[in-house]
């Protein structure tokens, strides 16, 4: 079992930046997938980013260019830089962690609103 703590998030004006960070409690793999999700009230859970064990990054239209995630192996911790926030970014971001065959961990969310 793996435990996924997230921090860094608050409230932040627009046009501002926050970094999330999430510390896992046990070793991350190098082939596992790590990523964000965030969801905003009354909405569904949407991907945000991931990075894969290669280090290949994918991230949805909307953060492209804003948003930017990494990952330390050594430390067991995977980021996601946050610029140019706008106010529809506000949601509570989830930590994820996949592990291949169905084995799948999550954080239990932080809060970033972002005030226009």
């Known amino acids: 079992q793996v435990q996924l703590v997230e921090s860094g998030g608050g409230l932040v004006q627009a046009g501002g930046s926050l970094r999330l960070s999430c510390a896992a409690s046990?070793?991350?793999?190098?082939?596992?997938?790590m990523g964000w999700y965030r969801q905003a009230p009354g909405q569904e859970r949407e991907l945000v980013a991931f990075?894969?064990?290669?280090?290949?990054?994918t991230y949805v239209d909307s953060v492209k260019g804003r948003f930017t995630i990494s990952r330390d192996n050594a430390k067991n911790t995977v980021s996601l830089q946050m610029n140019s926030l706008r106010p529809e970014d506000t949601a509570v971001y989830y930590c994820?962690?996949?592990?291949?065959?169905?084995?799948?961990?999550w954080g239990k969310g932080i809060v970033v609103t972002v005030s226009s």
């Open positions: 994820y962690l996949g592990r291949g065959g169905g084995i799948n961990y």
């Open positions: 046990r070793g991350i793999f190098v082939t596992d997938t």
């Open positions: 990075i894969a064990g290669g280090g290949r990054t």
